[in-house]
């Protein structure tokens, strides 16, 4: 199994920054894919960014160019830096794992944007 504690979540205003966290409780290099989600108020949740084991990472075009994943293998930890937040960034975000075909989710951290 695999445990993901995610934290970093916070408010913000238009234009700011924050940086989420997600320490994972086994070696992140033998997980096969990383990602954030992140759930709006009635609506679904969806992929945020997601990072490979083998490093190669992907984003959302809402989020492209403002937000960027990354990985810290000495600490199990992924990082999701989000820059130039707008209010529709607005969510409840969530570490997500894809290890030995089972999917495994944090408890997930929320992310408020104000205008």
């Known amino acids: 199994q695999v445990q993901l504690v995610e934290s970093g979540g916070g408010l913000v205003q238009a234009g700011g920054s924050l940086r989420l966290s997600c320490a994972a409780s086994r070696t992140i290099f033998s997980i096969y894919n990383m990602a954030w989600y992140r759930q709006a108020p009635g609506k679904q949740r969806e992929l945020v960014a997601k990072?490979?084991?083998?490093?190669?990472?992907d984003y959302a075009a809402s989020v492209k160019g403002r937000f960027t994943i990354s990985r810290d293998g000495a600490k199990n930890t992924v990082y999701l830096q989000m820059n130039s937040l707008k209010p529709e960034d607005t969510a409840v975000y969530y570490c997500?794992?894809?290890?030995?075909?089972?999917?495994?989710w944090g408890q997930g951290t929320q992310v408020t944007v104000s205008s």
């Open positions: 990072i490979t084991r083998g490093g190669t990472t």
């Open positions: 997500h794992a894809d290890w030995a075909a089972a999917m495994y």
